[in-house]
């Protein structure tokens, strides 16, 4: 597979074509944003923990079940995967209220809510990504209903299957953001990243912070909290 030109530099990854017209290679870095991007700053060998746990888990994903766009691993920080059109959403699943929807429902952080709750934001930097219902989706045709029927099923089984395998390591998922693309032919598939720039992992002993809310927060400690993650998963 013969990498070629750049097609797309996001806050955390580039995206290059190959000569395969239906793959791409993505190459993670160690850059990282909050806010927005109002706050950047880097988080030493973050793409590389990254990838690997992004791999560990859709590999994963795949056996229960899950469509994802993974292929290989061909580095630290590179993988190959299917090219997709990014369905303009960001799904955010949650078990237990934290960051915006603590503020959004005046919740103490860390209260268990009596059901996963599903959210949907419309990707956009510029407005700010703002919330969306299924109404909004629809009208706005960002996807249609039995592919969102198809995206809320997978985002449920997903946090089954996470909650399970990260509960026997002692991580507590508190809640994530997922993104979902399509393939050429039109098969909705599991995209981006599942890591802990998107993802909020307490330690379920000590609910420590394991994710990127300490480079969110200004709390330190967030390259040690990263190698953490990447130990209790791939034992290295
Ligand atoms: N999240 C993300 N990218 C975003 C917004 C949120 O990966 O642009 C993840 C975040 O890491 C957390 C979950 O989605 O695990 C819920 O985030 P929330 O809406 O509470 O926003 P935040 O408090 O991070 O601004």
Redesign the pocket.
């Known amino acids: 597979m013969k990498k070629l030109e750049m097609i797309y530099e996001g806050k955390a990854k580039k995206v290059y074509n190959t000569d395969d017209a239906n793959v791409v290679i993505v190459d993670y870095k160690d850059d990282a944003t909050a806010l927005n991007g109002l706050k950047k700053g880097t988080i030493h060998d973050k793409g590389i923990i990254n990838n690997r746990v992004t791999n560990h888990l859709m590999k994963m994903l795949e056996k229960e079940g899950v469509p994802t766009h993974f292929i290989e691993e061909i580095s630290d920080r590179e993988t190959i995967v299917k090219k997709v059109s990014i369905v303009p959403l960001?799904v955010?699943v949650?078990n237990i209220a934290?960051?915006?929807?603590a503020k959004r429902l005046g919740l103490e952080e860390g209260v268990k809510m009596k059901r996963t709750v599903l959210e949907y934001?419309y990707k956009d930097d510029a407005l700010g990504?703002p919330m969306v219902n299924e109404y909004h989706i629809l009208a706005m045709e960002y996807c249609t209903k039995e592919e969102l029927d198809l995206i809320a099923s997978y985002s449920l089984k997903i946090n089954e299957v996470l909650s399970a395998y990260l509960k026997d390591l002692n991580i507590e998922l508190?809640?994530?953001?997922l993104e979902f693309g399509k393939t050429a032919d039109g098969t909705i598939v599991l995209a981006d990243e599942i890591s802990p720039?998107?993802?909020?992992f307490w330690d379920s002993v000590t609910h420590e912070k394991l994710?990127?809310d300490r480079f969110?927060r200004d709390m330190g400690g967030e390259e040690d909290a990263y190698k953490e993650i990447m130990k209790r998963l791939l034992g290295e």
């Open positions: 960001e955010i949650r934290a960051g915006s929807l934001c990504d508190i809640d994530f953001k720039d998107t993802c909020r994710d990127k969110r």
